[in-house]
C-alpha cells in the first residue's frame, strides 16, 4: 500500500523567513512519481513539481527547491525568503503504477507580515 | 489552452437529492480522475476513467456514487441521495494518457457539495 505523510499540520512563519515542509512516503514500488501542489484559500489546486524515483537531483525554481532523498523516502519543499502569498494548504502526493495519486493530508502554511 | 473545468463551483442539495459534477478534462486528454476532499482533510481517490471505460473504481463507495466518461461529453459524477457526510470538494483531474508514461494529472477548481 502507498502512504504519503506530512507531519506538520500547520507551519506559521514570519515573511522572509526560509520554511521546509516535510514529507515521507511510503511504497514497494521500485518506479513512483512524487509530487507538490499547492492549495491557495481560493480552492483550486496547483501543480508546483514531478519528479521520478529515478532523479534525485534536487530542483530549484525561484524561491521554490526541492530536496528528494530516496535513502530516507523523503521530498521535502523548502520556500526561500517566504512572502504573505505563499500561504496556502501544500500537499505532496505519490503515483505508483496504478496512476493514482495517494496524498498526503497537507500543511497548512501561514506567512505573517 | 484551457484548463480542466468543473461545474457547478458550488452545488447545494438537501438531504435524498441527487447531486451531479461535471468536469470537462483539458484539451487533448483523455484520461480522467475524480477526487474528493472532506473537510480539513487530503484529497482521496475515487475514480480513474478513460472515454467510455472506468479503469480503477477502488476509492469509490459501494453505494450511491456512480462515475461516466462518454464518448462525447463531459464526465459526470452522480451522488444519489445525498447524506451529510458527502459535503465535501470533488476535484477532478485529467492527463493526457495512461500509467504507463506517467502524466501529470492537472486538476480542475472542484466542486464544492453542501448536503443541508
Known amino acids: 500500500a502507498q502512504k504519503v505523510t506530512q507531519a506538520q499540520t500547520e507551519i506559521s512563519v514570519v515573511e522572509k523567513e526560509d520554511v521546509t515542509l516535510d514529507c515521507v512516503y511510503e511504497?514497494?514500488?521500485?518506479?513512483?512519481?512524487l509530487f507538490w501542489y499547492k492549495q491557495p484559500p481560493s480552492g483550486e489546486l496547483v501543480f508546483l513539481i514531478r519528479?521520478?524515483?529515478?532523479?534525485?537531483q534536487n530542483e530549484i525554481s525561484g524561491r521554490y527547491s526541492w530536496n528528494f532523498q530516496k535513502s530516507t523516502s523523503s521530498f521535502n519543499f523548502t520556500i526561500t525568503a517566504s512572502q504573505v502569498v505563499d500561504s496556502a494548504v501544500y500537499f505532496c502526493?505519490?503515483?505508483?503504477?496504478?496512476?493514482?495519486?495517494?496524498f498526503g493530508e497537507g500543511t497548512q502554511l501561514t506567512v505573517n507580515p | 489552452n484551457a484548463g480542466v473545468m468543473q461545474n457547478p463551483r458550488h452545488l447545494v442539495r438537501r438531504r435524498g437529492q441527487e447531486a451531479r459534477l461535471r468536469c470537462s478534462p483539458m484539451k487533448g486528454h483523455s484520461h480522467v480522475y475524480w477526487y474528493r476532499q472532506l473537510p480539513e482533510e487530503g484529497l482521496k481517490f475515487m475514480v480513474y476513467l478513460q472515454k467510455e471505460n472506468i479503469i480503477d473504481e477502488s476509492g469509490m463507495p459501494k453505494e450511491r456514487f456512480s462515475a461516466e466518461f462518454p464518448k462525447e461529453g463531459p464526465s459526470i459524477l452522480r451522488i444519489q441521495q445525498v447524506v451529510r457526510g458527502d459535503s465535501a470538494a470533488y476535484f477532478c483531474a485529467s492527463s493526457p494518457c495512461c500509467a504507463r508514461v506517467w502524466d501529470t494529472q492537472y486538476f480542475g477548481p472542484g466542486t464544492r457539495l453542501t448536503v443541508l
Open positions: 519528479r521520478n524515483s529515478f532523479d534525485e
Open positions: 502526493a505519490l503515483e505508483t503504477s496504478g496512476s493514482r495519486l495517494t
Open positions: 511504497t514497494r514500488d521500485t518506479t513512483y512519481y
